[in-house]
């Protein structure tokens, strides 16, 4: 089993006709992702790259059966479109799209609210069950099955500790990049919660940084419950200045807050096994798992 998505996920792609839309689908569907259209006002009744396009999401859910969304849209038509892919009921939309405005993305959280739409991002590097389906940019090549979930705020730490595990042999049920913004849709603690439940995942790695609650959330969900499951943390940024944007927009830390060292002092009170970094990740899981 996997979380999110899996072999029969049906992808479409909000804005697949521009070159990161092309480029991303295309790596997709090479592959062997199921994607089945895309969507773009005014292309509807063309096709390209193979897959029928449509004017609207709901006409292409209509006639495809489509039940996940990639929304690869400039950031201030961002917001229109991840609305677009919840209203027409599609089950998780991903959205990879950098610096969606603010005012923007609480309109999404809205219209979220009350809806069975898992919103993946924006500012996302997508979700990835290897050999089952892509969505988004995460890389494939080092990606390998396996029985270990990954959620992150961090492309970049993601595709490291990836690649490290799986040149250890511990491949990966499903990985989710919740994205860098402050506002966005699930988080880690939504991603525990499913990881909880899927069988077929032995432990969690959560990959965290300064800024945001992320971190903080998901050692309050885990001390509220018997999670049953091993989760291994690593939280970088314990050296960024103070009060200084550090990359991600979510990645703020003001006056001490939100810095490195609290977060990793809840997680560990909540259980979770802390990595010192990047490279020790793998020991730390392999310690975990025995």
């Known amino acids: 089993m996997a979380i999110l998505v899996d072999k029969n996920t049906r992808v479409l792609v909000q804005g697949m006709t521009g070159r990161a839309g092309t480029f991303y689908t295309d790596q997709a569907l090479r592959y062997g992702s199921t994607y089945v259209a895309?969507?773009?006002?005014?292309?509807?009744?063309?096709?390209?790259?193979?897959?029928?396009?449509?004017?609207?999401?709901?006409?292409?859910?209509?006639?495809?059966?489509?039940?996940?969304?990639?929304?690869?849209?400039?950031?201030?038509?961002?917001?229109?479109?991840?609305?677009?892919?919840?209203?027409?009921?599609?089950?998780?939309?991903?959205?990879?799209?950098?610096?969606?405005?603010?005012?923007?993305?609480?309109?999404?959280?809205?219209a979220l609210a009350g809806s069975d739409t898992v919103l993946v991002g924006p500012n996302s590097q997508g979700i990835l069950t290897p050999d089952q389906c892509k969505i988004g940019v995460m890389p494939t090549k080092d990606a390998k099955a396996g029985r270990i979930g990954i959620a992150s705020r961090s492309a970049s730490l993601t595709s490291e500790v990836?690649?490290?595990?799986?040149?250890?042999?511990?491949?990966?049920?499903?990985?989710?990049?919740?994205?860098?913004?402050?506002?966005?849709?699930?988080?880690?603690?939504?991603?525990?919660?499913?990881?909880?439940?899927?069988?077929?995942?032995?432990?969690?790695?959560?990959?965290?940084?300064?800024?945001?609650?992320?971190?903080?959330?998901?050692?309050?969900?885990?001390?509220?419950?018997?999670?049953?499951?091993?989760?291994?943390?690593?939280?970088?940024?314990?050296?960024?200045?103070?009060?200084?944007?550090?990359g991600h927009a979510g990645t703020l830390s003001v006056f001490g807050h939100d810095s490195a060292e609290p977060k990793i002092d809840q997680l560990r009170a909540a259980g979770v096994l802390i990595a010192e970094d990047a490279s020790t990740v793998v020991d730390t899981v392999l310690q975990a798992l025995k």
């Open 162 to 246: 990836l690649a490290n595990c799986s040149a250890a042999k511990i491949g990966q049920s499903t990985t989710v990049g919740v994205g860098g913004d402050v506002l966005h849709g699930i988080g880690f603690q939504g991603c525990l919660e499913r990881f909880r439940d899927d069988p077929d995942t032995d432990a969690v790695v959560l990959i965290g940084e300064i800024g945001g609650r992320e971190e903080e959330d998901a050692a309050a969900y885990l001390a509220s419950v018997d999670y049953g499951k091993p989760v291994i943390g690593l939280v970088v940024g314990r050296h960024a200045p103070k009060g200084r944007r550090m």
């Open 38 to 110: 895309g969507v773009r006002p005014g292309r509807g009744g063309t096709r390209h790259l193979g897959l029928p396009m449509f004017h609207t999401v709901a006409e292409a859910v209509s006639e495809t059966e489509a039940n996940a969304s990639l929304v690869v849209v400039p950031a201030p038509r961002a917001a229109d479109a991840m609305i677009e892919a919840i209203e027409a009921k599609i089950g998780v939309v991903v959205c990879i799209t950098e610096r969606v405005p603010q005012h923007d993305m609480a309109r999404v959280k809205r």
